[in-house]
C-alpha cells in the first residue's frame, strides 16, 4: 500500500473531518454513530491554540467499492480527484488550565498525593495528543510511528503528554508505540468524570531527539 502523509488544516476541514471521525471510530471500535457525538468536539479542539494534525492518506482501491471505503473518502481540496482514502490520523494542540483533560489530570495527580509543585509542572508547558489512530487494515506497518514522530517534531512545548486506556499487560499496538517512544507513566488508572473505564496518562519530554526517561519516574520533567 502507497501511503502518503498530509498535514491537515483547519479550513479543510469539510474535507477531512468525516473520514477522519470514521477512522477513529472503527480503529477504537466504538459503535457506529459515535462520530456524530465527536464531531463538534474535534472542531471546537481545531480553533485552540497550538492545534496541529496529520493524515496518512492512501489510494482509494477501485475494487470492491464498500460502505467503509465510502466513509473514508477524502474530498477537494486534500484530494481533488475523490480517488483516495483516510488511513490514520493524529491530532493536538497546546495544553491549558482551562481545558478538562488539564483539570482531570490535576485532579487525578492531586488523588495520588502527587505535591502541587509537580502538579503545576507536570500541568504545564505540555502538547496534548489528543487523537491518534491508525485504521486496522493498514495498522502494522510504521504508520502510527510516522504519524506520531511529524506531529511532535519541532512542538515548542517542554513535554508531551496523553491519555489511553489501561490495557492488561499492556498488551496493545498503542501501548507498544508509546513505549518504543519513551512514554512514561504519570498517572495509572484514573477514570474520567462520567467514564468508568481506567486510563494511563503517560508522557515524554521534547524534543522527540531526546532520550525518553527512565520507566517508573512519575513526573515528565
Ligand atoms: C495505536 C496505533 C495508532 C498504532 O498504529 P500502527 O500504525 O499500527 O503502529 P506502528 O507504527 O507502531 O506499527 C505497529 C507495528 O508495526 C511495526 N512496525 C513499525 N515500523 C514498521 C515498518 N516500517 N514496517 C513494518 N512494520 C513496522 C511495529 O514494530 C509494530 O509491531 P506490532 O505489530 O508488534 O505492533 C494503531 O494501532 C491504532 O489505531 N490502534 C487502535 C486505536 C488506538 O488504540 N489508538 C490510540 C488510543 S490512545
Known amino acids: 500500500m502507497t501511503i502518503r502523509l498530509a498535514r491537515l488544516t483547519g479550513q479543510d476541514s469539510p474535507a477531512w473531518l468525516e473520514p477522519a471521525l470514521d477512522v477513529y471510530v472503527t480503529a477504537m471500535n466504538y459503535p457506529r454513530g459515535t462520530e456524530r457525538h465527536r464531531a463538534g468536539l474535534w472542531r471546537e479542539h481545531i480553533a485552540r491554540p497550538g492545534w496541529s494534525a496529520f493524515a496518512a492518506i492512501a489510494p482509494a482501491p477501485v475494487t470492491p467499492r464498500t460502505p467503509d471505503i465510502d466513509r473514508r473518502r477524502l474530498h477537494h481540496p486534500l484530494s481533488p480527484g475523490g480517488d483516495e482514502i483516510m488511513v490514520g490520523i ?79 499487560a499492556e498488551r496493545n499496538r498503542a501501548w507498544a508505540l508509546y513505549r518504543r517512544m519513551g512514554f512514561v507513566d504519570v498517572l495509572r488508572h484514573f477514570t474520567f468524570a462520567g467514564d468508568p473505564r481506567p486510563f494511563a496518562f503517560l508522557g515524554r519530554r521534547l524534543p522527540l531527539a531526546d532520550p525518553g526517561l527512565e520507566p517508573g519516574r512519575p513526573v515528565p520533567r
Do not use: K, M
Not at 132 to 157: C, D, F, K, S
Open 90 to 168: 493524529a491530532y493536538g494542540y497546546r495544553g491549558a488550565p482551562d481545558q478538562w483533560w488539564n483539570q482531570q489530570l490535576r485532579t487525578g495527580l492531586r488523588l495520588t498525593g502527587t505535591s502541587p509543585a509537580d502538579i503545576d509542572e507536570i500541568s504545564a508547558d505540555y502538547f496534548e495528543l489528543t487523537e491518534l489512530h491508525v485504521h486496522p487494515t493498514a495498522q502494522g506497518h510504521g504508520i502510527g510511528e510516522e504519524l506520531l514522530t511529524l506531529l511532535l517534531t519541532g512542538r515548542p512545548e517542554r513535554h508531551v503528554l496523553l491519555s489511553t486506556p489501561e490495557i492488561p
